[in-house]
């Protein structure tokens, strides 16, 4: 069976056709330059023991330290591990950021976790993996189920083990800890800047009929800036389910669902609130589909059923190789997930220098650099596409892949 890996560097493969570039440099990104695998065992409430799979991937660092969050689900394996680090590398290489890409997963379900027994399980992956990492090696953040407060233990540990506070070790933190303004929306926000920058172009008008898979970090902040935007919110998802309603949904009320019953389905059955099938929600009636959710969610079965115009990919590979071809061939554009969730590592760029520095920069600035990164690259992918006659992904590949050779050549042999 072809692995997830394979899958996704056959992405990279067809990029290399539009570029000169020597095969074997080709082959050395075929695996990852570093991957521990680690058992972390834990101290439950209840006195028990119990271990857990986990891993961190370094997967390329030619261009920089390695970087790229650490998400905790339970069926992260190896592979997913490996692929989602692979992207990374290419995600920092589009946005020209100084960094290679890695990853870490804990084999979990943390809503089965308190408090405390997740504190333990932060630390205990820290203390497994502390010498992979570090401010200058490879540098975690937030992914799926991970957050501010896990990156605080996180942060917290690796001071106690190396004997000093070193905020630059990882981003996401807290603000009081070293965090960035501006962390906690940053995927979301970028993906948004780039949306309206390319709208235009793409024939967008105010009140476009938007359906949003997904409502953790990333998707929830994206439902507030396109309601903000005059967007129609129709539709969104949650591991619970999905809601639809044709006039619009109120984001304050989804919100506060989420935040009271832990799922937005449960808004369903007032103000014209209907409940959909979770699979239904790609296929509804809209002009953007935003995916926040997780991978593989548009695949060959369920391609030919989507109605938007554009997709916004905001989680990480949410469409399939197989998928892309369908899509193109009815001419759906993507703004994929390279380019379009970058957003969050660029912020997590901006924290790491903040942090390196130990000068703090204001909300303003952190907004219009993240804004400017995501229009000159958006606009430069925007133009190889055009140019080549390929998608906006393969052009984002072409991009990537060639600031990645260009680092791996200039160190000479
Ligand atoms: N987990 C996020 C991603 O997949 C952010 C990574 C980071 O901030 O380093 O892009």
Redesign the pocket.
């Known amino acids: 069976m072809t692995s997830k890996l394979e899958k996704a560097l056959a992405r990279l493969v067809a990029a290399a056709k539009h570029l000169n570039i020597d095969t074997t440099i080709l082959e050395r990104l075929e695996f990852p330059q570093e991957t521990t695998h680690a058992r972390l065992t834990i101290r439950m409430d209840d006195g028990s023991l119990k271990s857990f799979r986990a891993w961190r991937c370094r997967y390329d660092d030619s261009r920089g330290p390695t970087?790229?969050?650490i998400?905790y689900h339970p069926s992260v394996t190896a592979d997913e591990v490996e692929t989602?680090a692979f992207?990374?590398t290419v995600?920092c290489a589009v946005m020209n950021l100084p960094l290679g890409g890695g990853?870490g997963g804990v084999q979990i379900d943390p809503r089965h976790l308190s408090k405390i027994e997740l504190e333990r399980l932060a630390r205990g992956y820290v203390q497994n993996f502390a010498k992979v990492i570090g401010p200058n090696r490879d540098?975690?953040?937030?992914?799926v189920n991970t957050n501010a407060m896990t990156m605080a233990w996180m942060a917290d540990e690796y001071a106690s083990i190396v004997g000093e506070r070193t905020p630059a070790v990882i981003?996401?933190k807290p603000i009081s800890l070293g965090g960035s303004l501006g962390r906690d929306d940053a995927?979301a926000r970028g993906g948004y800047y780039l949306l309206q920058f390319l709208a235009k172009g793409l024939g967008f008008t105010q009140g476009a009929r938007a359906a949003i898979q997904g409502f953790g970090n990333a998707g929830s902040h994206m439902a507030q800036l396109l309601e903000s935007a005059g967007y129609k919110v129709v539709a969104v998802s949650d591991s619970k389910g999905a809601i639809y309603c044709p006039a619009g949904l109120d984001i304050k009320k989804l919100n506060a669902a989420k935040e009271r019953n832990g799922s937005v389905t449960k808004l369903a059955g007032s103000d014209g609130v209907s409940r959909i099938a979770a699979g239904e929600l790609v296929s509804v009636e809209c002009d953007l589909l935003v995916l926040a959710a997780l991978e593989d969610m548009v695949h060959a079965g369920n391609a030919a059923n989507v109605k938007a115009a554009i997709i916004l990919e905001l989680a990480?590979s949410p469409i399939t190789p197989e998928a892309d071809e369908i899509l193109k061939s009815k001419n759906i554009i993507v703004l994929p997930d390279i380019l379009a969730?970058?957003g969050?590592?660029a912020?997590?760029y901006f924290e790491w220098v903040q942090n390196r520095q130990g000068d703090y920069w204001a909300i303003e600035d952190i907004h219009a650099r993240l804004k400017t990164m995501m229009e000159e690259e958006g606009a430069a992918i925007l133009a190889c596409a055009k140019d080549k006659n390929i998608t906006l992904r393969s052009a984002a590949y072409v991009r990537a892949l060639s600031r990645i050779v260009e680092a791996i050549e200039a160190k000479g042999t």
């Open positions: 970087k790229g969050g998400r989602l992207l990374m995600k990853k540098i975690p953040a937030p992914d981003t996401g995927t990480n969730n970058a969050g590592v912020v997590s």
